[in-house]
Each structure stands twice: as C-alpha cells, then as structure tokens.
C-alpha cells in the first residue's frame, strides 16, 4: 500500500509537471535514475567486507544447486563472497534464488536492510518511468528480502530451536505477501507460488499472507493497475460500488424523462435523440405512455452505423427491405469514429 500511494503521488507530478517541460524531460529524468542506481549498485557493496564461503551454514538434505544459488566472488578473493554484491550485482531472478536459498546466514541484518531500503526506493521511483519495466519481479525480490529479515528475527528470538528455523521459507512467504499487496491478485498468486516450490506444505502460510497482505492494502488504497487506469482516466467497473454511494437512492440519479427509441421508429425522431447529450438509448415497444415496455439497449454509434449505411425502410412501400449488415462491415465501423455532422453529410 505505501509503495501505490508513493507510487501514485510520483506518476501524477510525472503527468502534471514533469510533461509540461518537453519530450526531454521523461529522458533526462530516466537517465537521472540510471546514474544513481549504478552509484547505490555499485559503491553500496564496497562498505561491507568480504565473508568466507565456507562459513555459510546450509541446512541439511535440500536439493539446492550451489551453481544456482550459491554466491559468487566479484572482487572478493577465491573462496569468499560479500552479501550486497550477491544481491546488487546479480539478476533479479538468481538474487531471488539466493534470497530462497536454505542457508541459516548467507545474508546478515545489514545486508538486507541496505539492500531493501535502497532497492525498494529506486523501484518505487522507477515504476512509471519511460521505459519499458514490469514490476512482477522487483516485487517479488523485495518480498523475498523482507520475509528474510522477519527469518532472521525469528531465528534470533528462539536461537535453541532444533532443527532451527529457516528464514527462506519466510522469504517465500514475504515474496507472495508483496505480490499479493500490490496487484491484490489471491488465488492465482497462491497457485504460482506454490508451483514455483512443488511442495504442499507451505499452502497454509502463503495463503494466510496473501489474504491478509489484500486486506491491509484494500484498507488504505487500490491496486496499482486500477490506480494507473483511474490515473489515465481509463473507464473500470470495479467489483463493488464505492462507499461515497451507500447513502444515494435510485431516482437520485435516473432519468425522469429519458430518451427513448421505439422498435419500429422514424428517422426524425431518431435524429432528434441523437442531438441529446446521451450515448445510449433504451429501446421500448411502440405503444405510448406507460403501456411502453423496455426490450432492449442501443448505442449512438449504432444508431449512426445503421443511418449512414442507410438501413431503413418505409413499411408501406413494396420495394425489399435492405440487406442485413455483414458482421465483419459492422465491426471495422464500429471500430471509427462517428458524429452525427458526418451522417448528415
């Protein structure tokens, strides 16, 4: 929920001021992010010191490969690693098999608090740059890296615990929790999850996080996808009505006389609805006043479609009805763009 309202705050100064200073601006300012993220990824790692590998402490009977998830030197010496650069340095999708490694102390307290507070701040910034970046991923590394600190804190709360407590289990955890905060996806997420582990067993924990992650963030904002569509004025029919219209009646907002089109109309009459402000009309059997029953919608398009392709016909005369439409013809002009000046035309 902070990362969407950061998020958010950021996307709407993009839109409001940032577009008002040119085309160079969106590349100026990505190119702004670029050098500082090479900074932070490249000088972070040189504050901590370089750890023996053979110091790391691997649960026993696990199936991991140290090819995949065992550390890599980088400027250490042979044999030693340093934590900031197994994570900075390294593709999003091997630090998340570092993160999901089962290792007891591959990374301490200090390498995953820089590692989140700085990686969490260049995507929060970055989401919503011009360029072309999915937040998938990046969401899930910084979940992994969280559920990892809460591991280490468990771990160090009751250190006599046999077998100990492995702290990439909560690193999974954390990485759905994140994912599941930010796009409210549940079901589906828990799915992924739990066929990216092949293991049934952490279906309980991982779905506890995922729902109460949905809840905590339903509490202060919406997703980030109906964030960006309510941002870009894209039309969204949510699940449920907003709570600004718990207290609003009907007739509030209907309209008393509405502007109808009868089964069998006139061409002036039909004319005469289209130059309302309404976009769609109901349609209503020919008979008047109140014996008039609803049987349909129609749309001004439509309605434009069938006058300009001329698709009526007087019921008195003996020439044929037009043909009917081909669908494939109503869809390509249902695909342009049609006023009633252009009809008339």
């Known amino acids: 929920a902070l990362f969407v309202r950061l998020n958010m705050r950021l996307c709407l100064w993009r839109r409001n001021e940032l577009s008002k200073r040119g085309r160079w601006a969106g590349i100026v300012e990505l190119i702004g992010i670029a050098v500082v993220s090479a900074v932070f990824n ?47 340095f390294v593709p999003p999708d091997r630090a998340i098999k570092s993160l999901f490694s089962r290792t007891l102390n591959m990374f301490g307290w200090s390498s995953l608090t820089g590692f989140l507070v700085v990686y969490y701040v260049l995507v929060t910034v970055t989401a919503g740059a011009k360029v072309a970046a999915g937040l998938f991923v990046p969401m899930m590394l910084i979940g992994a890296t969280y559920g990892r600190m809460i591991g280490h804190a468990i771990a160090s709360i009751f250190p006599g615990i046999e077998p100990p407590i492995d702290p990439s289990i909560y690193s999974l955890v954390g990485a759905a929790a994140m994912m599941a905060g930010f796009s409210r996806t549940t079901i589906s997420l828990a799915v992924i999850i739990i066929e990216l582990t092949a293991n049934t067993q952490f279906l309980l ?112 005369s003996r020439s044929p009805a037009p043909p009917v439409m081909d669908y494939l013809q109503y869809i390509a002009l249902l695909n342009q763009k049609w006023t009633l000046d252009s009809v008339r035309s």
């Not at 972070?44 to 199936?63: K, N, Q, T």
């Not at 509030?252 to 309404?278: G, N, R, W, Y």
């Open 42 to 88: 490249f000088w972070l790692p040189m504050a901590l010191p370089c750890r023996d590998v053979s110091g790391i402490v691997a649960l026993p009977e696990v199936c991991d490969s140290p090819r995949e998830t065992g550390p890599e030197s980088y400027f250490c010496q042979e044999g030693q690693f340093n934590e900031l650069a197994n994570l900075f």
């Open 205 to 316: 924990p991982i779905m506890a996080a995922v729902m109460c992650a949905k809840w905590v963030g339903d509490a202060f904002s919406k997703s980030i996808y109906e964030e960006l569509m309510e941002l870009a004025s894209i039309t969204f029919l949510e699940h449920h009505p907003p709570k600004s219209t718990n207290n609003i009646e009907v007739h509030e907002i209907m309209q008393k006389d509405p502007v109808t089109v009868c089964q069998v109309d006139s061409i002036e009459h039909i004319l005469s609805a289209l130059s309302s402000e309404h976009n769609g009309f109901p349609v209503v059997t020919s008979a008047e006043g109140f014996e008039q029953t609803f049987v349909g919608m129609i749309t001004a398009k439509q309605l434009l479609i069938l006058l300009k392709q001329k698709c009526w016909h007087d019921p008195q």
